[in-house]
């Protein structure tokens, strides 16, 4: 199955999935199948395994697996549902979302997604199609690029950092990872310890150019709407913004009916959520924190699906 990517909790995420033998999952974010090869493991020959990912890198990985329990969909997960439904599947024992940008694609320079590296200024996920970085913050207003790198990457220095931007840009495109890594670093006046200071803007305008929250925002009621009774949702998310959005969501979906305190009806006439929330937020360890700086700033949340109907 080729050379092996170890993601962030895998452990802790594959045991919440509560894996049975013959059943059907969907592996949501493939990245280089960490998560998908250790399930496997644990399925017998009747269980099934759908794995979808965007970037054709990834796709290729999994479309080279051999395992007739497998199936390999070049997708973005806000397909999920669709995916599922090309597959034959009406139902699944579990889904597992591993969000935002992964290790090989920050890895590989060409990507264009950190500025650790002079290159491209690419940043799409599925490199396919879709508009570049660079075609973005070449052509966007100047009141948009401040909006995103605010919003996505809560970078306080926003709109001195969209100016910066502009300047540049009026003088000759931003075609590299570098230029925009020099151009904000001169623009954001102080640091985190240990932050460059092109980190949160780099964030912000991968997360645009991958409509990565909206992505997540259509894909999760998907998700829970697939569950089996008993089923697993499992997200890993990697800031602030996706967690919110996770945590949110399965409070929602797990509340039932909202009934104002001033009406008197007993427990027994209201009705459930259609997902129950499984235990607290899990962290990783020290461990995984000090051998894998990119995990620590990781969070999974689980739910399972209740009995009550999906009426979103």
């Known amino acids: 199955m080729g050379a092996v990517h170890l993601p962030v909790l895998l452990g802790e995420a594959v045991a919440a999935l509560d894996l049975k033998a013959d059943g059907i999952y969907l592996d949501a974010t493939f990245g280089r199948g960490g998560h ?5 493991k644990k399925l017998g020959p009747q269980g099934r395994l759908i794995a979808l990912d965007r970037d054709p890198a990834a796709v ?20 999920l549902g669709r995916a599922a439904n090309a597959a034959g599947v009406a139902k699944v024992d579990g889904v597992l979302f591993d969000l935002g940008v992964s290790s090989p694609q920050l890895d590989e320079a060409i990507r264009g997604f950190s500025f650790r590296f ?38 306080r220095f926003a709109k001195q950092v969209a100016r910066a931007i502009a300047q540049a ?15 904000v670093a001169g623009a954001v006046r102080t640091r985190e310890r240990g932050q460059d200071p092109a980190t949160r803007t780099f964030q912000a305008v991968r997360i645009f150019i991958n ?15 697939l569950l089996k009774t008993g089923g697993r949702l499992v997200v890993i998310s990697f800031h602030s913004l996706e967690d919110r959005m996770v945590k949110q969501f399965m409070r929602r979906e797990s ?16 009705r459930g959520g259609c997902l129950a929330l499984i235990g607290r937020a899990v962290k990783p360890g020290e461990r995984e924190s000090r051998e894998n700086p990119r995990a620590r700033s990781a969070t999974l949340r689980v739910a399972e699906r209740t009995e009550v109907p999906w009426s979103n």
């Open 36 to 40: 998908s090869r250790e399930i496997l």
């Open 211 to 225: 409509r990565e929250l909206e992505e997540i925002e259509q894909a999760l009621p998907q998700g829970a709407a």
């Open 118 to 155: 002079d290159a491209p200024l690419d940043m799409r996920m599925d490199t396919s199609c879709g508009m570049t970085a660079a075609e973005w913050l070449n052509q966007a207003p100047i009141e948009e690029i401040a909006q995103v790198v605010r919003d996505y990457g809560e970078e």
């Open 169 to 183: 840009r009026a003088i000759a495109p931003i075609t590299t990872t570098r230029q925009l890594a020099v151009v």
């Open 255 to 270: 509340a039932g009916e909202q009934v104002p305190l001033e009406i008197p009806l007993p427990a027994s006439a209201l």
């Open 60 to 79: 290729a990985v999994g479309k080279a697996w051999s395992d007739a329990r497998f199936q390999m969909v070049h997708a973005p997960f806000s397909d």
